[in-house]
């Protein structure tokens, strides 16, 4: 369902425009009390974009996956909550799509409808 190229055109524009987000970030980590680590990330808007998201993750180092989590984005109109998204899945993308954009000849635009 996703297409790689305009997910690398998406990480991109991220990238590029995260500098003029109205709302810093924020992250969130504690210790448990077993081996393993819990985070928060709470990202703020990009402009342009209506949705902020919450990220909760669990990380056990002796497990595969290593990170488990979900990714909650929530629209910036009501709060409603469109979609749940497996933060292994999302990290897995971001970090190939993060790494197609860090290559000599990584992927041109995708092509935009008229």
């Given amino acids: 369902m996703l ?16 500098d003029g987000a109205a709302v810093a970030g924020r992250r969130v980590l504690t210790a448990l009390p077993f081996p393993g680590t819990a985070t928060a990330l709470i990202p703020g808007p990009l402009p342009g974009v209506e949705t902020y998201t919450v990220k ?42 993060a790494v197609a954009l860090g290559t000599p000849n990584s992927p041109p635009r995708a092509a935009r409808p008229a």
């Avoid at 305009?6 to 425009?17: E, I, K, P, Q, T």
């Avoid at 009501?78 to 799509?97: F, Q």
Wanted: charge should be negative; charged fraction near 25%.
């Fill in 3 to 18: 297409d790689p190229a305009v997910c690398v055109d998406a990480l991109r524009d991220g990238f590029r425009d995260a």
């Fill in 56 to 97: 909760v993750d669990a990380k056990f180092p002796g497990v595969r996956p290593a990170l488990r989590g979900v990714v909650c984005p929530h629209s910036g109109r009501d709060g409603e909550l469109p979609a749940l998204l497996d933060s292994a899945t999302v990290t897995a993308w971001w970090t190939g799509l």
